[in-house]
């Protein structure tokens, strides 16, 4: 049977468990950034659609990417200060 360790003392298994721990721990953030991504996506795409059927330019994408930026921002403020405590 080999030695889970090698010659230079290196351990899989406990480097594999180590990052298993890390991907558990970064998925709140990851999920946060995501949702970040996402909304301000689907508001600029909405003011790009409004903008486009009303005839109001440049107003609508700015609207919709502000609204998205600030519903981003505010999941993942809401994700930090929960996982904080």
């Excluded at 090698?6 to 999920?31: C, H, M, N, W």
């Excluded at 950034?33 to 790009?48: D, E, I, N, P, R």
């Excluded at 486009?52 to 609207?63: F, N």
Aim: glycine content about 12%; overall charge positive; cysteine-free.
């Amino acid at each position: 049977m080999p030695d889970p360790k090698s010659r230079s003392g290196f351990d899989i298994g406990q480097s594999l468990t180590y990052f298993q721990k890390i991907v558990k721990e970064s998925g709140p953030a990851a999920s946060a950034s995501y949702t970040l991504l996402a909304s301000v996506l689907v508001f600029t795409l909405l003011g790009w659609y409004i903008d486009s059927s009303s005839g109001t330019k440049p107003m609508g994408i700015l609207v919709g990417l502000g609204i998205g930026l600030i519903t981003g921002f505010y999941h993942l403020a809401k994700t930090i200060w929960k996982h904080k405590n």
